[in-house]
């Protein structure tokens, strides 16, 4: 029944791959507009994620055109077990940099891709798990080819996103807080003035 969908996933894996060439061009961009650690990192959090969900839809797409629907399921199941991977260890990165905190900048969306992530991937686990089981439903059979435009759609609202932030977006300084109290003049200005006796 794959078969059928032949030029939709043609065209899926060549889409995944010109915006994975355009991901990185991007990710380039951002990087240069500085930032603190915590945009930093809110930034290889969100370009991880949306490369992971790009790779995923390209493997899939590429891989399903060289077998036949039991195929197909198994290469859902490994990438969803791929995603749960990446995520796992991209999460950890955002929490450690405050990205999830309370009062953070963007926290309600940081949770919203992350939860979005998550689920894509459980409900393609899940649904290749179906047709392993069911081989033969056409109905099971397009739910995961559905996953796979989730999949775009969240890919692509991440690669948004990083083309939005911005310096003005930072809001923890990078100057220590007993550095910025009037009148401090901190150790390199003492140093500063001991050489100038």
């Known amino acids: 029944m794959i078969a059928g969908y032949r030029d939709f996933l043609i065209t899926s894996g060549g889409a995944s791959a010109a915006f994975i060439g355009l991901l990185f061009v991007s990710l380039s961009v951002a990087a240069g507009r500085g930032g603190d650690h915590a945009t930093r990192e809110r930034r290889i959090v969100l370009g991880g994620s949306s490369s992971l969900a790009l790779f995923d839809i390209f ?6 055109l060289l077998g036949g629907d039991v195929n197909f399921a198994i290469l ?8 749960f991977w990446g995520v796992s260890n991209l999460l950890p990165r955002s929490i ?18 992350a939860t979005v992530s998550v689920g894509l991937y459980v409900i393609q686990f899940l649904l290749g798990i179906a047709l392993l089981v069911d ?3 056409e109905t ?3 739910a995961p080819l559905g996953t796979l435009v989730g999949l775009y759609a969240s890919a692509l609202a991440r690669a948004w996103e990083i083309t939005w932030i911005r310096p003005p977006d930072v809001e923890v300084s ?13 150790r390199n ?8 006796v």
């Open 59 to 64: 493997i899939v797409s590429i891989a399903s």
């Open 76 to 83: 859902n199941v490994l990438m969803a077990s791929l995603g």
């Open 96 to 113: 450690r940099a405050g990205n999830l905190r309370p009062g953070a900048p963007h926290r309600m969306l940081n949770y919203v891709f």
């Open 135 to 137: 081989p033969q439903s």
């Open 140 to 142: 099971i059979l397009r």
């Open 174 to 186: 990078m100057v220590p807080e007993e550095h910025a109290k009037p009148g401090h003049r901190g």
């Open 189 to 196: 200005s003492v140093d500063d003035a001991s050489g100038q």
